[in-house]
C-alpha cells in the first residue's frame, strides 16, 4: 500500500518520468490515460498498473534523486553529482549544523536537510526575497525541511547563527565574506565553494591564503555514464561534464613553523615563496626582501650621482 502523501514517479513505456504527490480524489492525468488515486494506493512500490487507456506504467518510490530532478527552478542550481560530494565534505548529517548562503532555487538546500534529518539543522540565507520564498515552496515539495531555516540577509551583514559545524557559499564574490565565515563557523569547521569561473577561483585561493585556512581542493566531478547493454558496454554519446568548479578547505591555526616543516619539492618550494611574496613575508632563511629592494635603489642612487 502506497500512502496518501507520498511522492510517486510514474513511469511510462517511453520512458518519461513524471513526479505527483498521491493524494486522495486527485487522479493522475496524461496523454496515456488516468490513474485513480485509489488505483495507485492500492499498489506497492515497484509495481506496474494500467491506464483507463489500457497504458502500463510503473509506480516508483520518489529517492532523494528524483526530487532534485523535480526542483522547480528560476535560478541554476547545483547538479546532484555536486550536490553528494558537497554533503560528503561538509559532514552533513545528523545533528549537524551546517550554514549556506545563496540558496537560490534550494536544491542543495534539499540535499542537505534530507541527510541532515530531523536531528540536524540547516540555516540557510539569501539576499533576495523571492529566492528565499522559492527555496521554501521546493523544500514543502520535496517532502523535507523541517529542519531548515531561511532568512532573507544580505551575508554581508553576518551570518544568523555562529558556531555551525560547516558552511557553504554560493554566491559570486565569497572572498569578501571570509571574515563573516570564519566568525560564523566552530573552529576547524570545513567550509565549501561553487564558483563557475577560474577568475573567481583564483580569487577565492587569494582569500584563502591570507586567512585561517588549511587542506584546499579545488575540484570538479564529471559523470560519463555507459550504455546498459550487456554484450554491447560502452559509453553514452553524451555525458554530464563540468558545471562549476567546486572549493573546499577547513578553518585552521596556521603557523610559519608548521608550514616550514613540510617536506617540499623543487616546485613547492617556488610555490611557497611566491605565496609568501604576496603576503609580504620572507622565506625562512632568505634576505630580508623590503631591505633588498632598498639597497638596490640605494646602489642606483649612487651610480647615477657618480656618472652626473
Known amino acids: 500500500m502506497i500512502p496518501y502523501g507520498s511522492l510517486v514517479v510514474y513511469v511510462t513505456p517511453k520512458g518519461k518520468r513524471y513526479i505527483k504527490r498521491l493524494e486522495e480524489g486527485q487522479d493522475w492525468h496524461s496523454n496515456d490515460g488516468t490513474l485513480p488515486a485509489a488505483q495507485v494506493a492500492a499498489l506497492d512500490f515497484g509495481a506496474e498498473t494500467r491506464t483507463t487507456l489500457d497504458v502500463p506504467i510503473r509506480v516508483q518510490e520518489a529517492t532523494l534523486f528524483d526530487r532534485l530532478q523535480g526542483v522547480k527552478r528560476q535560478t541554476q542550481i547545483i547538479y546532484a553529482k555536486d550536490i553528494a560530494y558537497i554533503c560528503l565534505r561538509l559532514g552533513a548529517g545528523p545533528s549537524r549544523t551546517i550554514i549556506e548562503a545563496g540558496c537560490g532555487s534550494g536544491g542543495l538546500t534539499v540535499g542537505f536537510s534530507w541527510f ?15 529566492f528565499v520564498r ?5 523544500l514543502d515539495w520535496a517532502g523535507v525541511g523541517g529542519n531548515v531555516e531561511l532568512h532573507h540577509r544580505d551575508v554581508a551583514e ?7 559545524d560547516a558552511l557553504f557559499l554560493d554566491v ?9 565565515a570564519v566568525r560564523a563557523v566552530r573552529p576547524g569547521a570545513c567550509m565549501g565553494f561553487l564558483l563557475p569561473t577560474v ?3 583564483s580569487k577565492l585561493l587569494l582569500g584563502l591564503e ?10 570538479e566531478i564529471l559523470i560519463r555514464r555507459w550504455k546498459p547493454v550487456a554484450d554491447r558496454l560502452r559509453p553514452e554519446d553524451r555525458m554530464t561534464a563540468h558545471t562549476g568548479f567546486l572549493v573546499f578547505c577547513r578553518q585552521q591555526e596556521r603557523s610559519e613553523d608548521f608550514e616550514s616543516r613540510r617536506p617540499l619539492g623543487t616546485r613547492e618550494r617556488k610555490q611557497e615563496a611566491a605565496r609568501l611574496a604576496r603576503l609580504g ?4 632563511g632568505a634576505p630580508d626582501t623590503a631591505d633588498g629592494a632598498n639597497g638596490v635603489e640605494a646602489d642606483k642612487a649612487g651610480t647615477d650621482g657618480d656618472e652626473a
Open 116 to 130: 541532515c534529518g530531523p536531528t540536524g539543522k540547516v540555516v540557510s540565507h539569501d539576499a533576495r526575497e523571492e
Open 158 to 164: 553576518g551570518f544568523a547563527v555562529s558556531g555551525a
Open 281 to 284: 613575508l620572507a622565506a625562512p
Open 199 to 201: 577568475d573567481q577561483v
Open 210 to 219: 591570507r586567512g585561517p585556512f588549511a587542506e584546499l581542493e579545488v575540484c
Open 134 to 138: 522559492l527555496a521554501r515552496r521546493n
Open 172 to 180: 559570486r564574490t565569497p572572498w569578501e565574506y571570509l571574515d563573516q
